[in-house]
């Protein structure tokens, strides 16, 4: 790719509030991050001339001066129990694995967050590769995307794992936006509080009871959470016992 290209932002790498500040910078109203980030999370649209409550001039600047996709589709293999695995190539041409693990009630997508791995664990394949580089945060997110895609009819993804190529917690902060990406899926917004003692960091999920729906999805979005931190080796009781709200992550633990 020309290197001009390769230069440009990608719209997946910011926040809300961090794209507000940018829009405003190159002369673009900031409250259309909001609607930008609806048509990307919310309803899956990453052409900017589909996204037709932004005006003309506004489309076609994001259409001209950013990118919306960070990975694309290398190879694809799907084994007789319906797991599926792709390679996904990044425009440097990085290369990086996903899986869709579906289950009769559940669909978990594995995710890398690292090109190879830094670690070098010995029973590791992808720590015997070395270590290449951080995924960003839009290359994180555009394995859901991309993996989306790529699900039969009907099915959709349900739970979310990092613990494809690379340890997590080396890119925390690409890591931490992309949980804030699913919070903006779900229309939800996520808190993450650390104890200062013992380092443990607490997703708090912010929701209205009195509003239709919300509390039922600020479930499956904690369930979501949850199991990202169980997957590693994360434990769901810590000092506070276990609430009723985690009795379905019980199975996932023990």
């Known amino acids: ?31 259309r991050a909001e609607q930008i980030a609806g048509w990307l999370y919310h309803r899956g649209v990453e052409d900017p001339a589909a996204m037709s409550d932004l005006g003309r001039d506004v489309r076609e600047r994001l259409a001209g001066e950013w990118d919306t996709r960070a990975l694309e589709v290398a190879k694809v293999e799907r084994s007789s129990d319906g797991t599926l695995k792709a390679v996904l190539e990044a425009r440097d041409g990085v290369r990086v694995e996903s899986v869709v693990i579906p289950e009769e009630d559940r669909t978990t997508l594995c995710v890398s967050t690292q090109h190879g791995c830094p670690l070098a664990c010995s029973f590791c394949a992808t720590g015997a590769l070395g270590f290449g580089r951080n995924l960003t945060t839009a290359e994180i997110i555009d394995q859901v995307c991309r993996m989306r895609e790529l699900l039969e009819a009907g099915r959709r993804i349900t739970n979310v794992v990092f613990m494809g190529m690379g340890e997590p917690l080396l890119n925390l902060p690409a890591v931490l936006e992309a949980v804030y990406a699913l919070g903006r899926e779900y229309g939800m917004v996520i808190g993450n509080v ?18 239709a729906g919300e509390l039922e999805r600020s479930e499956e979005l904690g369930g979501k959470i949850l199991e990202l931190c169980i997957v590693p080796g994360g434990t769901i009781t810590g000092e506070h016992g276990v609430g009723i709200e985690k009795l379905k992550a019980m199975c996932l633990q023990f």
């Open 1 to 31: 790719p020309e290197a001009s290209v390769l230069a440009r932002a990608n719209l997946k790498d910011f926040s809300i509030a961090a794209l507000r500040e940018r829009l405003a910078r190159d002369g673009l109203a900031p409250y």
């Open 194 to 211: 650390f104890h200062a003692g013992d380092g443990n960091m607490h997703p708090c999920i912010f929701y209205d009871s009195s509003k």
